[in-house]
């Protein structure tokens, strides 16, 4: 019998590994969605912060914005981006760093909303609720995983504002291929302790 080469094993080992993070990001993208529609409808896209030190958008926080920004539907009637996060690491908050992110370095000259005062995804959630109540569709943006929880804490708390959410563009193949695989296991981690904790049917 024929030995497989290591260097074979190995790379399907690592093939396995991007799978994984690519299926289970896609998945979480399209979970606990409403029937929300945006073309010809006003929107609200939410865009959840990270934690972050400094005076600038850190990684994670320039690609939500980014993913954020791709979000908007251009035959929505109206688009607002809504900004989310407190000052959990750094000086600033989260929101007001994405903000001059998305103005300062990606010229994005459209209407925002920002939430400065959340240290947590619920309280992300529970603060935005005022921010988009006026929204046909609601959009909610981060890692695919960490925006899933996000979705079911809404529906939680406003089964009303549930029926609104629709897919927003935080998922892209091969966007961010080394992160995804670890973002996936702890994003399956939280939802777990999320289910565990009757949050979740």
């Given at each position: 019998m024929r030995r497989v080469p290591a260097a074979m094993i190995a790379s399907a080992c690592v093939a396995s590994v991007f799978v994984f993070g690519e299926v289970t990001h896609w998945s979480a993208s399209r979970r606990d969605l409403g029937y929300g529609r945006s073309r010809g409808r006003d929107e609200a896209v939410v865009v959840l912060g990270y934690r972050n030190h400094g005076n600038r958008a850190?990684?994670?926080?320039?690609?939500?914005?980014?993913?954020?920004?791709?979000s908007i539907d251009p035959l929505a009637r109206s688009s607002v981006l809504v900004l989310c996060g407190g000052n959990v690491a750094g000086d600033r908050s989260e929101a007001e760093l994405m903000d001059q992110y998305a103005r300062e370095e990606l010229g994005y000259a459209g209407d925002v909303r920002l939430e400065?005062?959340?240290?947590?995804?619920?309280?992300?959630?529970q603060n935005a609720i005022p921010l988009v109540e006026d929204?046909?569709?609601?959009?909610?943006?981060?890692?695919?995983h960490h925006?899933?929880?996000?979705?079911?804490?809404?529906?939680?708390?406003?089964?009303?504002?549930?029926?609104?959410?629709?897919?927003?563009a935080d998922y892209r193949f091969g966007e961010l291929e080394f992160v995804k695989p670890i973002a996936a296991l702890l994003g399956l981690i939280a939802l777990r302790r999320l289910k565990a904790q009757g949050d979740v049917a």
């Open positions: 850190n990684f994670m926080n320039r690609f939500r914005v980014r993913a954020g920004i791709r400065c005062a959340s240290l947590s995804t619920f309280e992300n959630v929204a046909d569709a609601i959009k909610i943006v981060s890692n695919s925006a899933q929880k996000a979705r079911i804490h809404l529906w939680g708390l406003r089964p009303d504002l549930g029926v609104r959410l629709c897919w927003g």
